[in-house]
């Protein structure tokens, strides 16, 4: 059975931190590259940052370069996404995404709130 399982989303000042991880299982995690999707109340999902199945490959969208970091741990088939500097417009629920090779698969998301 795959399952991709969010943790560590919550509240937190405009200016804070926050460290997502993703436990996959099920699936041969070490091949597929990642990526997390967030999606805000009343738009669309957006892909905010990817990696590749080695790590040595990573994309992020303009919104959060310099303030978010994408990684991955094989020997625990997890990934990262490390958020600094968060602002109100980060808030949405985030999604871990294995991308490729086919099947795709998601988790059931996880809620960043950034709110004073």
């Known amino acids: 059975q795959v399952q991709l399982v969010e943790s560590g989303g919550g509240l937190v000042q405009p200016g804070g931190s926050l460290r997502l991880s993703c436990a996959a299982s099920?699936?041969?995690?070490?091949?597929?590259?990642m990526s997390w999707h967030r999606q805000a109340p009343g738009k669309e999902r957006e892909l905010v940052a990817a990696?590749?199945?080695?790590?040595?490959?990573?994309y992020y969208t303009d919104s959060v370069k310099g303030r978010f970091t994408i990684s991955r741990d094989n020997a625990k088939n997890t990934i990262y996404l490390e958020m600094n500097s968060l602002k109100p417009e980060d808030t949405a629920v985030y999604y871990c995404?294995?991308?490729?090779?086919?099947?795709?698969?998601w988790g059931q998301g996880t809620q960043v709130t950034v709110s004073s």
């Open positions: 995404n294995a991308r490729s090779p086919r099947p795709e698969y």
């Open positions: 099920g699936f041969t995690f070490s091949i597929y590259a």
């Open positions: 990696i590749s199945s080695t790590g040595g490959v990573t």
